[in-house]
């Protein structure tokens, strides 16, 4: 007993001593972590190693000023200090308790989120700010919430990790420093969370530093110092892992390194078309390989050990090459050059290549040559070069004989659609030459009749000339639809469109087909030619001519189908066809979609309606080109793109044109 009371005395007279090897171990623990490297590591505990580390620097460092009010005595400064480096502490070991933990199988724990700590310390301000003395109360609720729950989170993952990871950790033979830091670490969140200074609320007034030291007749400190040792002593050991994992990497980098060396040996030695030799920075040879044996003429024993310079003697070669070389490497990198080379089997092409070997200051130390024999590959680039111009003159022959198919095309498109055309100009001119037959024979029954007056005269007269402006806008229409000469212009796309419909308005009506137009830049719908106006939004630029006899081929083709539809098909209910021309601006184009309900076209033959003579039609009744040339039209002169497709009862045509840089602008004039 007496002994016992020597060292409680000792203990309580010099307990300074005990604070600074308390805060001494955790302060080398954190100093020991943050000095390891852990960068790339395999084990996840790498990610989490820092917050404890921070914790046991400010927490040492917390002991360390404890230490410091035990000898010179406390102040607010100190206190507010002390506080701070306490409750931080406390964050961090809650904080790597939390997320170590959340890393390991044990899955209850991984609902603990990110929002924990902001809450706790929230709390423990508002307990603080309530009582009576902010820093002691705060420091209590601090040791609760966060200082006992952070060590006991901790000293079970240390646990639940070393079970998680027992097959890679094993070997190591770490199991008892994982077990030593989860006691260690659960004993010091026992014996610093739960017994804290005296307070006036439960359970702080019950368990506390006191009372432990009335028990027990030791101070809790001496305790926490050894737990703190055995925590870091573990810690430390634990850290090993780390060390060989390095030496495992390094290890597997150098037999990697190994294994490389061994196969570029083997590459350069077994090189079967390079000529491969090393030099020094004096052009003194160190390697040189058997293909460089075979260019060159020297076997390996005779010029190893030997400058380039003596080996060249005999060929005469400049000094100012080799100063020239180290001065392109330098530059450049490398340093290029062909040789024709003289040999029995007769002139060899040598081409060489010699590159710079760099030390790690960038110092040029020596260079690498290789060279290979060119001479199999030269010839055949001359063979293939005389290929390419004989192929370059069939290939232009062809392009020409192409260009006249295409004009031969093109004149039977034009014959074609003047067939079609001067069809529509006699169902356009048969209503006014009706017309005009009844205005004569009116007047006649009217002379007869004894009723031929001057106004009578006049009227008649009138309604002939309007017959006959009819007529003439026709052949106007015509005329130009047929005009010669391919010169660019920028024009209206729906003025174009109407210009075809004015054409075909009399036949498609004379077949009961109807056709409507709209814009969609202004939702404006016209049923008649005549009501169709201009649209600054759909003015491109392009041969018109040509993008009129297109359009009119297409919609010569989808009346012909509609036409068949009716007669030989299933008609539609009313018996009406119907094609609809819808026009509208997207992006940096005019889409033009033309739509009928002529029944579509066989899915197995739609992909081929765009080839030269291929006709949907009975034979007889088709040339086969009419779409083949409204392709050659919109691709290749406007620079559009045109395809087909089959909708519900028809079939639908889209042609993208691209838009005039220059147009602008959104209006529509009557």
């Not at 002991?63 to 035990?70: P, Y």
């Not at 301000?125 to 006991?152: E, Q, W």
């Not at 390095?246 to 037999?255: G, M």
Request: charged share 25%; proline share 2%; glycine share 8%.
């Amino acid at each position: 007993m007496q002994t016992m009371d020597i060292i409680q005395k000792w203990l309580q007279n010099n307990i300074d001593i005990v604070f600074f090897f308390y805060g001494l171990a955790f302060v080398l623990m954190g100093v020991s972590i943050l000095m390891r490297s852990r960068t790339g590591s395999r084990f996840m505990l790498a990610d989490h190693l820092w917050l404890l580390a921070w914790f046991g620097l400010i927490h040492g460092a917390n002991e360390w000023l404890d230490m410091w009010a035990i000898i010179k005595g406390s102040g607010k400064t100190l206190d507010l200090i002390r506080w701070g480096c306490l409750v931080i502490s406390y964050i961090f070991i809650f904080e790597f308790g939390r997320r170590f933990f959340k890393v390991t199988s044990w899955a209850t724990v991984r609902h603990l989120g990110w929002w924990l700590s902001p809450v706790i310390i929230f709390l423990i301000l508002i307990m603080g700010v309530m009582s009576s003395d902010f820093f002691k109360t705060g420091s209590i609720f601090a040791r609760y919430f966060l200082g006992f729950p952070g060590a006991l989170l901790s000293g079970l993952a240390f646990f639940a990790y070393y079970r998680k990871e027992k097959e890679m950790l094993k070997p190591l033979n770490v199991k008892s420093s994982f077990i030593l830091a989860g006691v260690s670490f659960i004993t010091y969140g026992v014996l610093s969370g739960l017994i804290v200074p005296r307070g006036d609320f439960f359970p702080s007034n019950y368990l506390n530093t006191e009372s432990f030291f009335m028990n027990i007749h030791i101070p809790v400190q001496l305790f926490r110092a050894l737990t703190a040792i055995t925590s870091a002593s573990a810690i430390c050991i634990i850290l090993g892992i780390f060390n060989w994992e390095t030496t495992e990497k390094l290890q597997t980098a150098l037999n990697e390194m190994e294994e490389k060396t061994a196969y570029l040996d083997n590459i350069l030695y077994s090189s079967t078309n390079i000529a491969i030799a090393a030099t020094d920075r004096d052009f003194c040879i160190k390697y040189y390989n058997p293909v460089a044996e075979e260019i060159f003429g020297y076997k390996a024993k005779e010029v190893i050990g030997r400058t380039v310079m003596e080996m060249h003697t005999k060929e005469k070669v400049e000094p100012a090459r080799f100063e020239k070389a180290i001065e392109v490497v330098k530059k450049e990198g490398e340093y290029r050059y062909v040789v024709e080379q003289k040999r029995n089997d007769g002139i060899r092409i040598i081409e060489s290549r010699v590159s710079g070997i760099w030390d790690k200051s960038n110092n040029l130390i020596g260079f690498v040559l290789m060279s290979t024999d060119v001479t199999e590959r030269k010839k055949m680039e001359r063979e293939l070069q005389e290929l390419n111009i004989d192929l370059e003159k069939r290939v232009a022959e062809e392009i020409e004989k192409r260009k006249q198919q295409e004009q031969i095309l093109i004149q039977q498109s034009r014959l074609a659609a003047m067939g079609e055309m001067i069809n529509a100009i006699a169902h356009n001119w048969r209503q006014p030459l009706n017309a005009m037959g009844l205005i004569i024979q009116g007047i006649k029954d009217t002379y007869e009749f004894g009723g031929l007056t001057k106004n009578y005269i006049d009227e008649s007269v009138e309604k002939s000339m309007k017959q006959l402006q009819f007529m003439s806008r026709t052949i106007d229409v015509f005329r130009n639809f047929f005009r010669h000469g391919r010169q660019k212009s920028s024009f209206d796309v729906k003025l174009a469109i109407g210009e075809v419909l004015s054409i075909l308005s009399a036949q498609l009506k004379g077949n009961n087909i109807s056709y409507r137009l709209t814009c969609r830049a202004h939702n404006r719908t016209s049923e008649d030619f005549s009501e169709i106006v201009q649209c600054d939004e759909m003015t491109i630029t392009g041969y018109k001519t040509e993008l009129e006899q297109a359009i009119f081929n297409i919609l010569n083709n989808a009346a012909d189908a509609i036409v068949g539809r009716m007669c030989g098909r299933m008609p539609d209910k009313d018996g009406k066809g119907l094609i609809d021309i819808d026009v509208s601006r997207e992006s940096n184009k005019v889409v033009i979609r033309i739509s009928d309900n002529g029944g579509g076209i066989p899915e197995k033959i739609i992909g081929r309606i765009f080839e030269p003579y291929f006709s949907t039609r009975e034979e007889g009744k088709g040339t086969g080109i009419g779409l083949y040339m409204a392709k050659v039209i919109i691709e290749n002169n406007m620079g559009g793109r045109i395809y087909a497709e089959n909708i519900k009862g028809g079939t639908m045509f889209t042609i993208e044109l691209s838009l005039t840089p220059s147009e602008e602008g959104s209006n529509c004039e009557r």
